[in-house]
Structures are given as C-alpha cells and as structure tokens.
C-alpha cells in the first residue's frame, strides 16, 4: 500500500516561479527520498533526507523534513522548462527490509 | 554506461502466454527490485531481492516469479500473462536496500497483454 501521498496531484507553473510539492506519510522513517520521471523514463534519484534531517539543499532543489507532521516538501527554485516532469515521494520505513514505498506522484508542467 | 539494463523495451502478449523480463546491473549492488507502474497508481512493488541468494514478495506479486541468478541480474516470469498484468514494469537496484542510498532505475518494459 502507499506510504507517501504528494500533493497537489498535478501542478502548472511559468518558467522563472518556483515550484512546491509535498510529500505526507503515515509510519516512522528512516529517511525520505524524491525522485524525477520524465515521460517515458525511469525515476531518477534526486535527493534522500534522513530522520533526523530538517533541510537539505541540492543544486535548485530544497527539501524539508517534518517528522512530527511525518510530511516533507520539495522546492524547486526558479524552474526550467526541462523541470517538467512527475516526481515522487518515497519512504525507507522503519522495520521494512531493504525496499522503499512509493507515493502515486506529482506532474509538474513548466510553461515556457 | 553504468546503470541498470532492462531488456525487451517492449512487449505485446497475448493472453496465457509466458515471458521474462530480464534486467541486469553493473554498479556491484547489493539490492534489486521489480516494481510496475499503472496510471494513476504509482510504482508497486512486485518482489525484491535484499541481497543475493534471497527474494522477497512486495505488495502485488501474485501471477509473478523471479529469480535472483547472481549478484548482477534478477529477472521476472509471467508464467500465464493476463490482461490485468498490461503494465510499465522497472527494475531497480540499490547498494544499501534504499538506507543510504537512493536506488538506479532502468528504463522500463513496456508490456500489452491482447
């Protein structure tokens, strides 16, 4: 069953704004990742943010972690054209053996 | 190129018939994954494979088998494909089981069962 739920389903931005997805979950964690799909891909792994973590930076990426809340959110700064893509959550729960759990993704459409 | 390699790209079935989805890595991981993806559902997990020499059911592996034949492929059966099983199929691989690191994903097999 899904663990990580992103939300908005989809989201249509101009190029230049950033873009903000969030990611909640339901169970303790060890960590949080984000990937990117581009259509007719696979996922590409973008950044993994530990329990313990609160933010972490990548390049235009800025993601944050609130385990209280158990939701994390995704930053994309000043965003590209080639931004565009579906993206998606995924949790590394604590007491699974070695596999993540998927949300059902974000479409993220930047407008030239 | 180092990655994950997934063969055939594309697949069209029809009803009952057998296949197996190959993929192989070169990146000496530990960990390996089928997942499908349907619209709308995002990316189930079919079975795993922490380490080599042991394999593990996900959440939807009825109407599938797999084998973990080295450290470097593990493939995945239908034995009587169904229409239901008309999917986008990933392998992925992870050096750490998804703890450290994130995972490499192939390109996908896109699969039609008629």
């Known amino acids: 069953s899904q663990q990580g739920e992103e939300d908005p389903q989809a989201l249509s931005i101009q190029e230049g704004e950033n873009a903000t997805m969030n990611c909640s979950y339901k169970?303790?964690?060890?960590?949080l990742q984000w990937y990117r799909q581009n259509s007719g891909r696979g996922l590409v792994h973008l950044i993994l943010?530990?329990?313990?973590?609160r933010e972490k930076h990548s390049g235009r990426l800025r993601v944050t972690l609130d385990t209280s809340k158990k939701s994390s959110s995704l930053l994309i700064t000043a965003s590209r054209a080639a931004d565009t893509a579906s993206y998606f959550c995924?949790?590394?729960?604590?007491?699974?053996?070695?596999?993540?759990?998927f949300g059902k993704g974000i479409t993220l459409s930047v407008r030239p | 190129n180092a990655g994950v390699t997934q063969t055939p790209k594309f697949q069209v079935l029809k009803t009952g018939q057998s296949m197996t989805l190959q993929c192989a890595q070169d990146?000496?991981?530990?960990?390996m994954y089928w997942y499908r993806q349907d619209p709308g559902m995002g990316l189930r997990l079919i079975y795993y494979?922490?380490?080599?020499?042991?394999?593990d059911k996900g959440e939807v592996p009825n109407g599938y088998n797999v084998s973990r034949l080295n450290k470097r492929e593990f493939s995945l059966r239908l034995e009587s494909a169904a229409p239901s099983q008309t999917s986008v199929y990933f392998c992925?691989?992870?050096?750490?089981?998804?703890?450290?690191?994130?995972?490499?994903f192939g390109s996908g097999t896109r699969l039609t069962v008629v």
């Open positions: 992925a691989s992870s050096a750490s089981g998804g703890r450290l690191y994130g995972y490499t």
């Open positions: 169970t303790s964690i060890n960590n």
């Open positions: 943010i530990r329990s313990n973590e």
């Open positions: 995924a949790t590394d729960d604590t007491g699974a053996n070695s596999k993540l759990t």
């Open positions: 990146m000496n991981h530990n960990s």
């Open positions: 494979s922490a380490s080599e020499g042991t394999t």
